[in-house]
């Protein structure tokens, strides 16, 4: 389900490249912090490559929390024109996009476009992609529910 400016529509979509896995623990910043904490897409965040599943050119950062655990919000970065392609994870997601124009389609639904400052849900389980549209980077602050994974869809989506 996608909430925007508009108010809430009815496509069950979410954002498929903010998905890590538990090999970007090396990228972690540890426990869920207690104190405040604070980055920018700018600021000097350690980005790493995204799981083998996905082309090169795709980025993350882990922003707070560890990928295996529940509860990690993570960066994911992707450069104009990227195609992420269909997978899923059993966590859910949520996402904001923060700089970009991407295309998320979601099985059995038509593609959404999100714009910086929109918020999608991603349910568990449910293959997705995404598309970078435009001539800038994408950038996705992406908070899983669980340990963070991403399982490739064989096939394309219905």
Known sequence: ???????????????????????LIACAHGAPSSAPVTHTVDSSLQ??????????????????????KP????????????KIPAHSHTSPERMILVEGKLSVRYEGTPAAALTPGEYAYGPAGLPHEATCRGKTSCTLFIAFEGPVDALPHTGALK
């Not at 389900?1 to 490249?17: E, F, I, W």
């Not at 980005?47 to 295996?68: K, M, R, T």
């Not at 509860?71 to 990227?82: E, K, Q, S, T, W």
């Open 1 to 23: 389900m996608v909430k925007s400016r508009t108010g809430t529509s009815s496509l069950n979509m979410a954002m498929s490249a903010g998905i890590v896995s538990v090999s």
């Open 47 to 68: 980005w790493g490559p995204c799981p083998a599943i996905f082309p090169a050119g795709c980025q993350i950062a882990v922003l707070n929390g560890d990928p295996s």
């Open 71 to 82: 509860n990690a919000d993570v960066f994911l970065r992707v450069p104009a024109g990227y």
